[in-house]
């Protein structure tokens, strides 16, 4: 097994942008680590970069603290395993695992690859389907097939590629457990790559959040959600996404499209000398203020809003308050959505209902939000002040 350490690392594809810029980071032994981001980020350039598929363009990388920058794929002992898994459809289960220990030729005698491949078998609970060919597979087991043939290897680490892009969404779930698991049991360094933020929240331990080639945050999932660093990471984790209210900040009263918001003196304090800030609320820091119990009411502040609509999902609503923006606030918010690679920021909150909740679309609710939780931004350089 192995530890992984990138040092800054740089990719340019010709004279262009870096795909990949300044990216450090510590992958430690047997650790589960997501790399996420939108579509172009360079999350797939760097999982290249480490596999030696990539050219680095400047930077080290490090595998158990050697240099490998120039040493070749197959010298690097590392195994991906790709979206499309890859299997040959007319070899057996127990060929496929086996493939690769046959591309050394005459470097493993028959008795040690049967005892490779059933092992791998038998962590894998393979070993009732050796006999079948692929496509008399179940999803799950064709990747846990693919899975095999990197374990054979005993490949120092698993390298994922958006292994489950291709799957539709309940299978996408169930592999998602699978991998999740299988990785516990083998407790291999595993790098993944996805673009959905539910794998990245489900799987690994550590997440690195990429934008435009640059590393913005690395933290558990927990961490991500509940203490991001920037307006960036803030807005990509999490469904439905973090509302974003361009306010004032008067006499720690946010003064913002949907009403004033009082919030706790130190996370005023914390933006002190801002008078414009981003605040940031996820939707379920909202309530219904009648359904909020009074002990816990003095820790929010209570306030009426028009709502739009609502959505009923069964196990709770998503109400929505449409406001129209003054143009400072539209300015500000046209702002984000382009540092965010959106299309545009609608003016609108979007707060998580209990599903006993009466309120109703076409009128005032009151709601409760629970400011002790709101993140307040920095409009010019997007960083959490809070
Ligand atoms: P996706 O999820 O769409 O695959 P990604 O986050 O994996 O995106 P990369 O594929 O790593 O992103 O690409 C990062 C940037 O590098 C993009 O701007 C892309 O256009 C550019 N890029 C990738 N491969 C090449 C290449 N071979 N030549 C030139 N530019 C490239």
């Keep these: ?14 004279d262009g942008f ?22 172009g980020c360079g999350k797939s350039t760097l999982l290249r970069m480490i596999v030696g598929l990539e050219d680095i363009t400047s930077g080290d990388l490090l595998i158990n603290g050697v240099r490998v920058n120039d040493k070749a794929p197959r010298d690097r002992n590392l195994a991906m395993v790709f979206q499309n898994y890859a299997l040959y459809p007319h070899l057996t289960v127990y060929e496929n695992i086996a493939f690769p220990l046959r591309l050394n030729k005459g470097k493993y005698k ?36 693919a899975m095999g043939r990197a374990i054979v290897r005993q490949a120092d680490a698993f390298l994922f590629d958006e292994p489950l892009s291709n799957l539709d969404a309940k299978l996408r779930g169930q592999m998602r457990a699978e991998i999740a698991q299988m990785q516990r049991r083998l407790a291999t360094t595993s790098v993944y790559v996805t673009h959905d933020q539910t794998e990245a929240m489900t799987l690994g331990d550590r997440v690195a959040v ?15 959600y509940e203490q991001p660093i920037n307006l960036f990471v803030a807005g990509f984790i999490g469904s439905p996404s973090m509302n974003f209210l361009p306010a004032t900040l008067e006499n720690g009263v946010l003064k913002t499209s949907v009403g004033d918001i009082h919030i706790p003196e130190d996370k005023a304090a914390k933006a002190a000398g801002k008078k414009v800030v981003l605040v940031g609320i996820r939707p379920e820091f909202f309530e219904d203020a009648s359904l909020v119990e009074e002990s816990k009411r003095h820790h929010g502040s209570t306030f009426t809003a028009p709502i739009t609509h609502t959505e009923w999902l069964g196990n709770e609503q998503y109400g929505y308050i449409h406001f129209d923006p003054t143009p400072e606030v539209r300015e500000l918010l046209d702002n984000l959505a382009r540092d965010m690679d959106a299309d545009e920021l609608r003016p609108q909150v979007v707060v998580t209902l209990d599903a006993a909740s009466r309120i109703r679309g076409g009128r005032d609710a009151e709601l409760w939000l629970d400011t002790r939780k709101v993140h307040l931004f920095d409009p010019e ?6």
């Design 110 to 145: 028959e008795e040690e690859v049967r005892k490779l491949v059933t092992d791998a078998a038998a962590t894998l609970e393979l070993t009732d389907h050796l006999d079948r060919k692929p496509a008399n597979l179940s999803g799950g087991q064709r990747q846990r097939v």
């Design 18 to 39: 870096p795909a990949v810029n300044d990216v450090s980071l510590d992958i430690a032994d047997g650790e589960f680590i997501i790399l996420v981001g939108p579509s």
């Design 381 to 386: 350089t997007g960083e959490n002040l809070t």
């Design 210 to 224: 990429l934008k435009k080639g640059v590393l913005q945050q690395v933290a558990s999932p927990r961490e991500l």
């Design 1 to 14: 097994m192995a530890s992984i350490t990138l040092k800054n690392l740089v990719k340019k594809y010709g």
